[in-house]
């Protein structure tokens, strides 16, 4: 038995080291629309300044990364997880709750400004520009990404809606329903909860190591 504990601690901090390894691996990224270019349009000549569908076929997406759109307030930003509603290039169709339009709140002419969208559902993102009746995006002011799992949302983006008031159970409260779980960090899938784990399996080594040296 006693031969067997160095073998086991050894094992031990190998799985404590990898574990918290894959905490320092979660990174996340912020991709720049467009590269140098920005995400503008020429009215003048009807041209993108970049080709956007090409800018995105280049990259990889993840949970928790960004888009920064470098604009002005003659362009928007639309976000939408609907594919009718991005080939309409238009919201005029859409729910309220189908689409996220970013415009910086100004109603001047070509205010600059930098709109950043966070990426927090897996599978295909469609963006696209609203301005000028859809004439934006049907020059090519749209592009579709594909949002893979990576290291999962990071807890910053993650936060679950606190749960509603409720009354604390009186003395006579038997029958009140048990109060709900709410994520753990474990499994929301962010990289934090890394982390902790790797945190945990030293603890499990030291309890080893006291119990066998
Ligand atoms: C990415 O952009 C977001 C939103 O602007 C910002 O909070 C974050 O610090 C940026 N991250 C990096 C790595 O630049
Ligand atoms: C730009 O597009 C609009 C709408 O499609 C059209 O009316 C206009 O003539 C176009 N301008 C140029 C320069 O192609
Ligand atoms: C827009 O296009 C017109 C016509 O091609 C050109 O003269 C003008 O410089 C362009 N504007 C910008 C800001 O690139
Ligand atoms: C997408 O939007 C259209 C209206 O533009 C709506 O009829 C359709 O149900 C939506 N699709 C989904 C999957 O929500
Ligand atoms: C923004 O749009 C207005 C109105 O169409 C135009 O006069 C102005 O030149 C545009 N500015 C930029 C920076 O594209
Ligand atoms: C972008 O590039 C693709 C592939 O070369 C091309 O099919 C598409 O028409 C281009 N889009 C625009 C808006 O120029």
Do not use: K
């Not at 090409?54 to 307030?73: E, K, P, R």
């Not at 205010?111 to 696209?128: D, K």
């Not at 049907?138 to 809606?161: A, K, W, Y």
Request: hydrophobic share 40%; net charge negative; charged share 10%.
């Amino acid at each position: 038995m006693a031969a067997a504990n160095p073998t086991a601690l050894a094992l031990c901090l190998l799985l404590a080291a990898a574990s918290s390894f894959s905490s320092a691996a979660a990174a996340y990224a912020n991709y720049t629309v467009g590269g140098n270019s920005g995400w503008l349009f020429n009215e003048t000549s009807n041209a993108t300044s970049a080709n956007y569908s090409t800018w995105a076929a280049s990259q990889t997406f993840n949970l928790g990364d960004y888009l920064l759109f470098n604009t002005n307030t003659n362009q928007t930003v639309i976000q939408t997880y609907n594919l009718t509603t991005y080939q309409a290039c238009s919201i005029d169709d859409a729910s309220d709750n189908d689409f996220f339009q970013y415009n910086g709140g100004s109603n001047q002419f070509g205010e600059a400004l930098t709109v950043a969208v966070p990426l927090t559902r897996e599978g295909s993102n469609y963006f696209f520009s609203g301005a000028d009746d859809g004439v934006q995006c049907q020059n090519g002011m749209r592009f579709e990404i594909d949002v893979q799992h990576g290291s999962g949302l990071p807890p910053s983006l993650n936060q679950p809606p606190p749960p509603p008031y409720a009354v604390p159970p009186g003395p006579g409260a038997a029958n009140s329903p048990p109060v709900a779980v709410v994520n753990s960090p474990e499994n929301s899938g962010s990289g934090g909860g890394a982390g902790v784990r790797g945190a945990a399996w030293g603890g499990v080594c030291l309890l080893l190591a006291t119990l066998f040296f």
